[in-house]
Nanobody, 121 residues
Framework: VQLVESGGGLVQPGGSLRLSCAAS????????MRWYRQAPGKQRELVAH???????NYADSVKGRFTISRDNAKNTVYLQMNILKPEDTAVYYC????????????????WGQGTQVTVSS
């Protein structure tokens, strides 16, 4: 089971990016999916969370600018980032709670490899 992120890059302040994270492998069920970020010299922080239903939560610093969504048919979570600021610069990590067929009711935590987002003029 693995998570693969894509969509990072360099963008000017005020611009937009869309991150994707696709889960693959022998997956029984995907529970919550989250995006975290870690800036140089700082701790990793939770950016956005989406439950297996439609409920979402956001860090105060990104509310109104970022939108998390998921496509359950594609086992993919997205993070639409608008009105980007230099302080959004970080490595963004996808996290998912997933169970496997051998233990279908036990969720495990999986992480992607991270994708760099740089906001600079």
């Amino acid at each position: 089971v693995q998570l693969v992120e894509s969509g990072g890059g360099l963008v000017q302040p005020g611009g937009s990016l869309r991150l994707s994270c696709a889960a693959s492998g022998s997956i029984f069920r995907i529970y919550a999916m989250r995006w975290y970020r870690q800036a140089p010299g700082k701790q990793r922080e939770l950016v956005a969370h989406i439950a297996s239903g439609p409920n979402t939560n956001y860090a105060d610093s990104v509310k109104g600018r970022f939108t998390i969504s998921r496509d359950n048919a594609k086992n993919t979570v997205y993070l639409q980032m608008n009105i980007l600021k230099p302080e959004d610069t970080a490595v963004y990590y996808c996290n998912a709670q997933m169970s496997i067929p051998a233990t279908p009711t036990v969720p495990y935590s999986y992480w992607g490899q991270g994708t760099q987002v740089t906001v600079s003029s």
